[in-house]
Structures are given as structure tokens and as C-alpha cells.
T-cell receptor
Framework: GAGVSQSPRYKVAKRGQDVALRCDPI?????LFWYQQALGQGPEFLTY????????KSGLPSDRFFAERPEGSVSTLKIQRTQQEDSAVYLC??????????????FGDGTRLSIL | AQTVTQSQPEMSVQEAETVTLSCTYD???????LFWYKQPPSRQMILVIR??????QNATENRFSVNFQKAAKSFSLKISDSQLGDTAMYFC???????????FGTGTRLQVFP
């Protein structure tokens, strides 16, 4: 498809397990963003890539969260030693150019992560 | 720090009527963009409309229009001729020229009744 693709759509993990969430941006999009959306809240910024460079990771809540985009396309968000407060929907977005405010961000369907 | 506030957790409107969703924001920046996003139950966030702060003219997209009051830091969304498919969460969002990340409000749940 032509949109941002995220997998898995749902993920259930036990507390303490590691999880990996995948994002396939729109082909050719330079910028890629990760957001965390808690139940009933607006999305909150986690991190931002321009091609393979991680330009902003100020929103990552702890050092258990790690994101990468090694070839400048697909990105993976990894959460180590998951905790219950990590339960949320994780949204990925991409935009055509760097300086994403000039181009709209296109969002995927998100991954709903539930930590038991 | 920039903040976005949506003071209406829920709104409802009858089909074909007009509804206005409120949003205020706080920033010390002079150059920025404002957005309204729609999130249906399917979860995919869809851009509805955007406004560039340096433009005085209010943005419009078909049945959607904004009332941008820069001095008051207000950015409301008007939906005319509401349709059942407009039922969704609506998020107001901000980004400045100095950053690429979006800062979202807490959302307004809009229900359109037949």
C-alpha cells in the first residue's frame, strides 16, 4: 500500500519482556516520527529521524526505549524490560522532507501494546 | 515550552448542523504551524486542515474551516454540514519552525447524530 505501515497491530507482552515495533514509512519519505498515545490522551512525541540520523530523542521516557532506522527507511522502536506504564498505542508518522513542518505528517494505524 | 489545550472533552452535533471545536495554545515562537487532525476509531490519524501562523487568512478545506486568532492564541475548527463520517476524535496540534515534532492537545470526541 501507499501509506505508513506498522506491525504488529496488537502486541501483548508480560512485564519484563522486550518488544520490538516496526514502522514502514511511505516510500521516499525522509522524516520519520514515533509518538506514544496513552488511552484517552493525545499523542506524545518520542523521537525523530531524518534519513538514518536520529535528530531528536528528547521524548523517549527512559533508557529502556531505543529506536533505530539504519538504512533510512524502515524503523524499529524497541522497549526493553517492559513495564505496565508502557501500555499505549505507538504511532509512527512520516513526511516527505526534512523540516517536517512544511510537509504534513502521514500516520500509520499504530501498534497497541498491552503489558500484563 | 509549547502547550496545546482543548477544553471540550466531548461534543455532539446533529447531522447537517454546524459545530465548532476549540483550541488554545501557548508559545513564545513567532513562526509556527497549527493543525487539526481527525482520529476515527480505526486509529489512523488524518490531517484535516493546517494553518501557517504568518498567514492572516483563515484556512478552509471544503466543509472544514478555522478561526485563527494569533493574538489570542486561539485556533478553532468549524465543521459545516456535519456528516455521520465526521464522528471521531479531533486533535489540535502545533509545531514551530525550530522543531519538527507535533505537540498535540488532549482531543475532543465528536459524535454526529442522525
Amino acid at each position: 500500500g501507499a501509506g505508513v505501515s506498522q506491525s504488529p497491530r496488537y502486541k501483548v507482552a508480560k512485564r519484563g519482556q522486550d518488544v520490538a515495533l516496526r514502522c514502514d514509512p511511505i516510500s521516499g519519505h525522509v522524516s520519520l516520527f514515533w509518538y506514544q498515545q496513552a488511552l484517552g490522551q493525545g499523542p506524545e512525541f518520542l523521537t525523530y529521524f531524518q534519513n538514518e540520523a536520529q535528530l531528536d530523542k528528547s521524548g523517549l521516557p527512559s533508557d529502556r526505549f531505543f529506536a533505530e532506522r539504519p538504512e533510512g527507511s524502515v524503523s524499529t522502536l524497541k522497549i526493553q524490560r517492559t513495564q505496565q506504564e508502557d501500555s499505549a498505542v505507538y504511532l509512527c508518522a512520516s513526511s516527505l522532507t526534512g523540516g517536517g513542518q512544511l510537509q504534513p505528517q502521514h500516520f500509520g494505524d499504530g501498534t497497541r501494546l498491552s503489558i500484563l | 515550552a509549547q502547550t496545546v489545550t482543548q477544553s471540550q472533552p466531548e461534543m455532539s452535533v446533529q447531522e447537517a448542523e454546524t459545530v465548532t471545536l476549540s483550541c488554545t495554545y501557548d508559545t513564545s515562537e513567532n513562526n509556527y504551524y497549527l493543525f487539526w487532525y481527525k482520529q476515527p476509531p480505526s486509529r489512523q490519524m488524518i490531517l484535516v486542515i493546517r494553518q501557517e501562523a504568518y498567514k492572516q487568512q483563515n484556512a478552509t478545506e471544503n466543509r472544514f474551516s478555522v478561526n485563527f486568532q494569533k493574538a489570542a492564541k486561539s485556533f478553532s475548527l468549524k465543521i459545516s454540514d456535519s456528516q455521520l463520517g465526521d464522528t471521531a476524535m479531533y486533535f489540535c496540534a502545533f509545531t514551530s519552525y525550530n522543531t519538527d515534532k507535533l505537540i498535540f492537545g488532549t482531543g475532543t470526541r465528536l459524535q454526529v447524530f442522525p
